[in-house]
């Protein structure tokens, strides 16, 4: 009547083999997640004609040294030098020039740390996430993607967006479209559902016509930067020479009218106008010459643009008073006030041209970044395959002008703009991490003598010590907190570093060596974080959000079809290892 009893302990067995089977993929899910990309043999990194090799499929190295430089000009001069410069100087005044050279100086030290890397991982596409893979896992260099990526594509809409109103602007010079021209197509966008929805037409155009372009080869995509970056640097040399004819030194006093505090916020705005040297980095596989040439081009392009930002600063503050200058477009307004509406005309074109060259450069590292997760399994295999007579990554190029193009197609990117930056900022972070996890010259029995931790697992926990101070020390910052607190954070961080120095072994790098490891990749982990307690606090949901889904799409699809030393990925894989490394030790 009760019927068919189970068997005696038939319940214990059933819940003791779902623990088993729970406890089995939990272990599967770590195992694969702490895997990190091991090295090739030796013998690998000391044949010079690696560098120069490729597969009948791979990439081709056509990029010069003169490319690479104009590379990363035309990925960090855009909207930056046309208008961020008139927005700061509504609040630092003049000394909008010393945000600019503060930023500039907190982005070479971010720059030594990708060109020590870039030096030592010279053959292969990847950048920051690659470095992380190698240095710590393979989770960590998922986030580090994901993060990365997002900025990327919230970034390449909001630039179609500026770059269309920019069109649409030069095109209304003409009487035939004046006032003939529907905002649905150019100007900001055509809202729907209270703002939801903002229809573009042009700007999706213009990211198909680029797209089109990068998926015809690197070759026919490098000219065109070069021509339009070229464009806007000889565009802003001019505005620079004739706008020093119309300063008045008058107008740099007071020179920094709300004192240190708006040159320091100012600095935090500013940053991301610098940071497009990760596209050289970026284009390690398709340069001539990457372990000679990838060093030289970071540094020299990013020191190209802070020479140009600083003398776009001094000019435009010194020919009209800082109250007075646009905030939308700032370099035209001020030679408008003084007479030279022939030079705001230039101003238009140089701005296109900016925009462009940066809108193409970051549909490019985009693109690179996906054939690299593709090649590793992280993503589906489409993502690897590159055209054999273009030598390009076809797919990969066409996915991310299809997402760029719906979102600036569709959406209100303004809103998005709010969660920009997460992803340059840690991403910038773990770099410089990586930079000293690298240098350890052996990370199972060198200073570290602890019952409980490894010397790697030290030196990582005093790694996030001085994340977390700079985080702290930021946020105190950001509410004015008492100062006892902001300076016990930097306490923390001074005596974490310290630990850094004393309690590990470093080694030199071969090729490019960063100045200064431990201490100058940790002032920039610091400096990176601070100014990530500085974001909208909009932008922290993101973080968490977007990394609780990465872990989510890893642990259903990336765990179980990523191969880190697939033939594939090794053959492309390069890396010029510091004296005396071994390769066994390099696994977490």
Not at 106 to 118: F, G, I, K, R, T
Not at 190 to 214: D, H, Q, R, Y
Not at 258 to 286: H, M, P, R, W
């Amino acid at each position: 009547m009760g019927g068919q009893k189970k068997p005696h302990g038939a319940g214990s067995i059933h819940v003791a083999a779902s623990s088993s089977s729970s406890s089995s993929c939990s272990s599967h899910f770590w195992s694969s997640a702490l895997r990190a990309k091991s090295l090739p043999p030796p013998s690998d990194s000391s044949d010079s004609s690696a560098t120069r090799t490729r597969s009948v499929d791979g990439l081709v190295r056509r990029l010069s040294l003169f490319d690479l430089l104009l590379l990363g000009v035309g990925a960090s001069i855009g909207a930056g030098i046309f208008v961020v410069t008139g927005t700061v100087a509504h609040d630092a005044g003049p000394a909008v020039t010393i945000s600019f050279i503060l930023a500039g100086a907190s982005c070479v030290l971010n720059a030594l740390c990708y060109a020590e890397l870039a030096s030592r991982f010279p053959a292969v596409v990847g950048g920051a996430y690659l470095y992380t893979y190698t240095a710590f896992n393979e989770l960590t260099a998922f986030l580090v993607f994901t993060q990365l990526m997002l900025d990327y594509h919230i970034g390449a809409a909001s630039i179609a967006r500026s770059l269309a109103s920019y069109v649409v602007n030069i095109l209304e010079l003409f009487s035939f479209f004046r006032e003939n021209i529907p905002s649905w197509i150019g100007h900001g966008g055509e809202e729907f559902l209270g703002g939801a929805l903002s229809i573009n037409i042009l700007a999706p155009v213009i990211l198909c016509i680029l797209t089109i372009i990068l998926c015809q080869g690197v070759k026919e995509s490098s000219a065109l930067n070069s021509i339009m970056t070229v464009t806007k640097i000889v565009i802003v040399i001019f505005v620079i020479l004739a706008g020093s004819f119309k300063v008045d030194v008058s107008n740099w006093s007071p020179f920094a009218p709300n004192g240190i505090k708006a040159i320091l916020t100012g600095s935090t705005v500013v940053f991301f106008a610098y940071v497009g040297f990760d596209a050289v980095a970026n284009s390690a596989e398709e340069s001539k010459k990457p372990q000679r040439d990838l060093p030289i081009g970071i540094l020299g392009s990013l020191l190209v643009c802070v020479a140009l930002y600083i003398g776009v600063c001094l000019v435009i503050t010194g020919m009209v008073p800082y109250e007075v200058l646009g905030e939308e477009a700032p370099l035209a307004k001020a030679f408008t006030s003084k007479g030279l509406k022939y030079v705001s005309v230039l101003i238009s074109i140089g701005a296109v041209a900016g925009l462009t060259t940066t809108l193409l450069v970051g549909l490019y590292v985009q693109s690179r970044l996906y054939l690299g997760l593709g090649r590793d399994g992280l993503l589906p295999p489409v993502f690897a395959r590159v055209h054999p007579i273009r030598h390009t990554p076809v797919h990969s190029q066409v996915w991310v002008g299809i997402v760029a193009s719906i979102m600036a197609g569709l959406f209100n990117v303004h809103v998005l703009s709010h969660i920009l930056s997460v992803g340059s900022l840690t991403g910038y972070s773990v770099v410089s991490a990586c930079v000293i996890v690298l240098r350890w010259k052996d990370k199972t029995a060198n200073l570290v003598n602890s019952r409980w931790l490894s010397s790697k697992q030290e030196g990582v926990i005093f790694l996030v010590l001085v994340a977390l101070s700079g985080f702290a020390s930021g946020l105190c910052y950001r509410i004015d907190a008492p100062l006892i607190l902001p300076l016990a954070a930097v306490l923390v961080a001074v005596v974490s570093i310290f630990s850094l120095c004393y309690r590990q072994a470093y080694a030199e790098a071969q090729g490019f060596s960063c100045p200064g490891v431990p201490i100058v990749p940790a002032i920039c982990i610091f400096f990176n974080i601070f100014l990530f307690a500085q974001l909208h606090y909009e932008a922290w949901v993101r973080f968490v959000i977007l990394s609780l889904i990465t872990v989510g799409v890893y642990a259903l699809y990336g765990q179980y079809h990523a191969d880190p030393n697939s033939e594939e990925s090794r053959e492309k894989t390069i890396y010029h290892r510091i004296p005396g490394e071994e390769v066994a030790k390099l696994q977490p």
